[in-house]
């Protein structure tokens, strides 16, 4: 099957400018993260959905960031009014219970640079 | 919370050398251990993973063993190759009070392998 795919795969934009990243899952998952890795760490969690629903919201790192998957397939994030300390890659992963387990798999990630 | 606690890096080996990666977890509850590896400018790929007490997770010639008792799930490889120079990270998934079963990552080893 086709991996998760992410767009765009770079994004360079001033101090203030909205951005918004689309992420498309494998398609029959139902799950689909959104985390961020800042220079080297490792990922961190940022969102969840089931299907269309948001579960996990909280980890969210400001107000200036929201997501949304309005169909239950391809989901949106959006920074407003970034800030350099946005500068990072945004990684989408998806996932379907298996053998109860939610393995997830991840897409190749934006790169988004804050001048 | 949850934790994970990786070797420091980078880790620099001839071609042909034995591998280990130690990692170490923290956790409530019985985690599912994960392998991923990030090759430069790319998102991660599974490399293997481990569900459940002495699970042993393989591919590509790399393995790691689920020991509850020490909570560590180290990665190994016999041989490696220059192919395998990129950063390993371990991660653990557990069930969170939103369901969300979100990953929690070490921070990465880096791995160069010389001809």
């Known amino acids: 099957d086709t991996g998760v795919s992410q767009d765009p795969r770079h994004k360079i934009t001033k101090r203030g400018q909205n951005v918004t990243f689309r992420c498309d899952p494998i398609?029959?998952?139902?799950?689909l993260y959104w985390y961020r890795q800042t220079l080297g760490q490792g990922p961190e969690f940022l969102t969840y959905?089931?299907?269309?629903?948001?579960?996990?919201k909280s980890r969210l790192l400001s107000d200036r960031f929201s997501a949304e998957r309005p169909k239950g397939s391809f989901s949106t994030l959006e920074i407003q009014r970034t800030e350099q300390g946005d500068s990072a890659m945004y990684l989408c992963?998806?996932?379907?219970?298996?053998?109860?387990?939610?393995?997830?798999?991840f897409g190749p990630g934006t790169r988004l640079t804050v001048l | 919370g949850d934790s994970v606690t990786q070797m420091e890096g980078p880790v620099t080996l001839s071609e042909e050398a034995f591998l280990t990666i130690n990692c170490t977890y923290t956790?409530?509850?019985?985690?599912?251990l994960f392998w991923y590896v990030q090759y430069p400018g790319e998102g991660l790929q599974l490399l293997l993973k481990?569900?459940?007490?002495?699970d042993k997770g393989s591919n590509k010639g790399f393995e790691a063993t689920y020991r509850n008792k020490t909570t560590s799930f180290h990665l190994e490889k016999g041989s490696v190759q220059v192919s395998d120079s990129a950063v390993y990270f371990c991660?653990?998934?557990?069930?969170?009070?939103?369901?969300?079963?979100?990953?929690?990552f070490g921070k990465g080893t880096k791995l160069s392998v010389i001809p």
């Open positions: 991660a653990l998934s557990a069930f969170s009070g939103a369901g969300s079963y979100q990953l929690t």
């Open positions: 992963a998806s996932s379907l219970l298996r053998e109860g387990q939610y393995t997830q798999y």
């Open positions: 398609s029959e998952h139902n799950r």
């Open positions: 959905f089931q299907n269309e629903a948001q579960l996990e």
């Open positions: 481990a569900t459940k007490a002495d």
């Open positions: 956790a409530t509850g019985y985690p599912s």
